[in-house]
Structures are given as C-alpha cells and as structure tokens.
C-alpha cells in the first residue's frame, strides 16, 4: 500500500510535535503488526489533529476491514473506497454498544454503553428490520447486546447496524416522502448526525422482534442521516423466544 509521506503536523500551529512526525507507511506497518489495535488507534488520535487525521483515513479503515472484512467488501462493492459516515465511526460502531444514558433516546432507560469484545453483524437478519417493499436494500444488523434484570424494563437488548448506500435506499425515500421528523436534539453515538425514529415513522415490521427475540411492541430504532441505526428491545425470556423462533 502506498501511501503520501508527511513529516510535520501542518494542521495546527499549536501542536507539541515540533520536531516532525514518522512517515505514514512507518505508521501503518507498526500498527499492521499490532493487529490495528482499536484503543491503540484511538489514543493516537489524541495526540494531535495529524494523527487524528492519519487515523480517519487509514488507521480505522484498516480495522474495519481486519474485523468484518465480509462485510466492508459488501459496503464497498458499489465502487466507492469511503462507507457514509467515515471510517471512525463505522469502526466505533462494530466494537461499542451505545447504551442509552442521555435521556434522550428510548424514554427514560438510563444504560451507560460499553466496548463489546466481539458481536456478529448479518445481513440476512438485516431484512426483517425492513419493510416488505424496502427488502432490496442492504442493512448489516447486529445480534441484541444483553443487559439483563434492569428492573421495571425487564432484559433489554441493544442493537446496532449498518446501510450500505444510505443515500440511495429506499428506507431513506420512504422516511422522506413520509415527511418523518429527525430527532430535535439527539444524535447518532458513532458519527454525530442528526437521527429518524422508525416508530414513529411507522417503519419497524413485525419481524423485527421475531429476529430479536423480543415482546412486539418493545422493539424501536433510529436511523442517522448517514445510514447507522440503533436500536433497543424487551427481550423475551428464553423459553418463549425459542417459540417465537420457531413460529416464525
């Protein structure tokens, strides 16, 4: 991989790395060999705005493609050599369940979120978040995240997924021939955009909780504007999950 050689931090007067930086292929060989740690990545991109920069760029898509690398070839496949959102924020999307601890999202359910060490993202389970007639299109979704006995809310699950070509889905026609509201004040966790309530939009199928393992009318999800989506859900109790399985 070739890659554009820098040595000084050109994008802030103020940074303390005055004597210059290693050359971006240094860079990637390092972190290569380290197996594109994610909490390495993220501290250097701490250090200052060229590091930041260099691990937007390079760095996440990396792991990106380490991690889910199915899937990133599947996003990719329409010609395009960025994913919507950035790179960051799909890297942060496969590693860290959102939780929902502002207030802001699924009433007053208060779930800090947490780095996952690894979760499976189908593209198959995808389809039944979709409805009938928007089923051509590709959303990756995530198994439910388990956050059992939360009290009055029972065991609630967290979800998470991905379009692939947001801009051009029929999800996306659909929530604006329908004149959906994007969420006042809340935004996406993983990239900062402004976010659609498909519940309130009347576009969560029923076979969304079937998928989830979860009580019908528990299941409920939002969409940015760059096509990330999360989600929660009352997950049935194992027993009658395992009926609802199989019934479906």
């Given amino acids: 991989m070739i890659l554009t050689k820098h040595y000084r931090c050109v994008h802030s007067s103020s940074c303390q790395c005055t004597k210059g930086h290693l050359s971006e292929d240094v860079i990637f060989l390092v972190f290569r060999q380290l197996n594109w740690n994610p909490k390495l990545i993220a501290a250097l991109s701490c250090v200052c705005k060229w ?80 409805l009938p007639h928007c089923r051509t299109d590709v959303l990756y979704v995530s198994d439910p995240c388990e956050h059992l006995d939360q009290g009055d809310d029972g065991d609630v699950g967290f979800f998470r997924g991905m379009f692939k070509s947001f801009m051009v889905s029929k999800v996306r026609r659909m929530l604006i021939d329908r004149g959906a509201q994007l969420h006042p004040t809340a935004v996406c966790p993983y990239c900062k955009a402004k976010m659609w309530n498909m519940l309130q939009a009347n576009m969560v199928p029923l076979t969304a909780s079937c998928k989830l393992g979860a009580y019908e009318d528990s299941v409920e999800y939002y969409v940015c504007l760059n096509g990330h989506m999360l989600g929660i859900c009352t997950l049935l109790p194992l027993s009658d999950s395992e009926e609802a399985s199989e019934s479906e």
């Avoid at 994913?83 to 800090?112: E, M, T």
Wanted: aromatic content about 12%; overall charge positive; hydrophobic content about 35%.
């Fill in 51 to 130: 590091f930041d920069d260099l691990a937007k760029r390079v760095l996440w898509k990396e792991f990106c493609k380490t991690r889910a690398p199915k899937m990133m070839l599947d996003l990719q496949s329409c010609g395009s050599h960025s994913v919507d959102g950035n790179w960051r924020a799909l890297g942060k999307l496969l590693i860290y369940c959102s939780g929902c601890s502002g207030g802001q999202l699924f009433n007053s359910i208060q779930i800090p979120g947490h780095f996952v060490y690894r979760t499976r993202f189908s593209r198959t389970s995808g389809k039944s978040f979709l």
